[in-house]
């Protein structure tokens, strides 16, 4: 299966400020990335798919200009969260897929968002 | 409702123990399941997946698929304490939809 690397980990930031996620492909090329979101004891919902080389296409009631998404290269996507508060604290995790993969997503390890 | 649907738990099992989890979906569309397991602040991690109705095994794990009565079930055998995780079933049909997962406790 592919290896995702997910950066960073864990991270607290003020509210009102932005951070970014990147999610990273590490052994084959990714055309498509999905980002998910989970909250504490809930299930992974899926927020937006991310394609190369083209917009983003969001889930409904996920705002896509408060969930930036860049995915410029067929390894690295990246997941903006501008102006965050502190209900956006959640768990943030990506997967990848690609034809070799069939319909098993591999995911990245999360990047745990906390706004105080 | 919810497209697929888990109990989530926790369930709580001695050692050596079979463990049976299952999920039922909504969505006669979806054709591939999925099992994942997922430690805490960990990303999931594949299991098993399976296309359309049958049985798959994996070493103590297996995998069954009734598309007739859209229920999905994953059974471990002899479970070890390292299998406590949470499992989240998920089904895929033009996306991936997942379970609220369920939390194992598997005692020693």
């Known amino acids: 299966g592919a290896v995702v690397s997910q950066h960073p980990s864990w991270v607290i930031c003020k509210s009102g400020t932005s951070v970014k996620i990147e999610c990273r492909s590490l052994d084959f090329q990714a055309t498509t990335m999905f980002w998910y979101r989970q909250f504490p004891k809930q299930s992974l919902m899926l927020m937006a798919t991310s394609n190369e080389g083209s917009k983003a296409t969001y889930e409904q009631g996920v705002e896509k200009d408060k969930f930036l998404i860049n995915h410029a290269s067929l390894t690295l996507s990246t997941l903006t969260v501008t102006s965050a508060h502190p209900e956006d604290s959640s768990f943030y995790i990506c997967?990848?897929?690609?034809?070799?993969?069939?319909?098993?997503?591999?995911f990245g390890s999360g990047t745990r968002l906390t706004v105080v | 409702q919810k497209e697929v649907e888990q109990d989530p738990g926790p369930l709580s099992v001695p050692e050596g123990a079979i463990v049976s989890l299952n999920c039922t979906y909504s969505?006669?569309?979806?054709?591939?399941f999925m099992w994942y397991r997922q430690y805490s602040r960990k990303g999931p991690e594949l299991l098993m997946y399976t296309y359309s109705s049958g049985n798959k095994e994996d070493g103590r794990f297996t995998a069954q698929v009734d598309k007739s009565s859209k229920y999905i079930s994953l059974f471990i055998r002899d479970s070890q304490p390292s299998d406590s995780a949470t499992y989240l079933c998920?089904?895929?049909?033009?996306?991936?939809?997942f379970g609220a997962g369920t939390i194992l406790r598997v005692k020693s």
């Open positions: 997967s990848v897929d690609g034809p070799q993969l069939g319909y098993g997503y591999t």
């Open positions: 998920a089904a895929y049909g033009n996306k991936l939809v």
């Open positions: 969505n006669s569309a979806f054709q591939y």
